[in-house]
């Protein structure tokens, strides 16, 4: 079963199937450790990390590319890559697609934002017409070569249009061939249950996890009685490593000690396991005059 067929098979279950953000191997290996069966590869935070930028359509194609190949390989679970709005029109869009699979994705986020984009749960977002963005969908489906490649077909019209607009998109989406419905800054769980019932395809919905997200902050319980197929965590990663590296940095700078830090710092050798070294000085030995 390819990873693409994986991680259609684990949405279709409609089961509230958490995908962590993630921005580097090192946070996708983590996150593969703690047991999550498919990773997001979070755009808002590749550009932090990255770049120390906002997520404000200034990441490029190729960042992007880079940042999933990265985490691909460094995982054996699905990763669903970002492709923000396709950077570009449906032919952009075919080639976003068509390089970020090859990459090592599984699936693909493509947004109906007008560039520049910005991420869904600050101000001032703006939407392409919908017929636009169904051309899209549509040079998107033509552009896999896994016919199983997850397209999730994010809309954040929500702020603009309203829920009725948002689902009439969505149910446009879906028919010009997306694989599952990203309804972005989705406002209620009431709000939550009418695109469930309404829209005909699987519904994916985004956690920010920390404060100042737009979205009520629901349990995966919650939401797989809701009916939801796919829940993101996009910056869960980076403000936890944010928060722990901020915290370190501020005991060494004012106290010149780490003693107060060791319990709450990975040891080395928690360290070397993440990133592999057991098994590499295990092929070592296997290759050793």
């Known amino acids: 079963m390819s990873k693409a067929q994986q991680l259609r098979t684990l ?11 993630v921005y580097d191997a090192f946070s996708a290996r983590l996150a593969e450790r703690a047991g999550f069966k498919a990773l997001q590869v979070s755009g808002f935070a590749v550009a932090a990390a990255t770049l120390g930028l906002p997520d404000i359509g200034i990441l490029s194609l190729r960042d992007q590319i880079n940042a999933v190949q990265v ?124 695109a469930v019932a309404q829209v005909q395809a699987p519904i994916s919905i985004n956690m920010v996890g920390t404060r100042g997200g737009k979205s009520p902050l629901l349990s995966l319980q919650e939401l797989e009685r809701l009916g939801v197929a796919r829940v993101s965590y996009p910056i869960l990663t980076l403000c936890a490593a944010g928060s722990a590296m901020q915290q370190a940095l501020t005991t060494l700078a004012e106290s010149g000690r780490l003693d107060g830090l060791e319990q709450q710092l990975l040891s080395f050798d928690e360290v070397t396991s993440a990133v592999g070294l057991p098994a590499e000085r295990a092929r070592e030995q296997a290759f050793a005059l």
């Open 11 to 21: 949405i279709e279950a409609r089961r509230a199937l958490p995908m962590p953000g």
């Open 71 to 194: 985490i691909a390989q460094a995982v054996d679970i699905p990763v669903m890559a970002d492709g923000d709005t396709g950077f570009g029109n449906a032919l952009n869009a075919y080639h976003t697609v068509r390089l970020l699979e090859l990459a090592g994705a599984a699936g693909v986020n493509l947004e109906d934002q007008s560039f520049p984009k910005r991420c869904g749960h600050m101000d001032g977002k703006s939407v392409i017409p919908v017929e636009e963005m169904v051309q899209k969908i549509r040079a998107a489906a033509a552009a896999r070569v896994d016919p199983d490649f997850v397209i999730n077909a994010r809309t954040d019209a929500i702020a603009t249009e309203g829920l009725s607009a948002t689902i009439a998109r969505a149910n446009a989406y879906a028919a010009a061939g997306a694989t599952v419905i990203f309804i972005e800054a989705i406002r209620s769980q009431e709000e939550i249950a009418a």
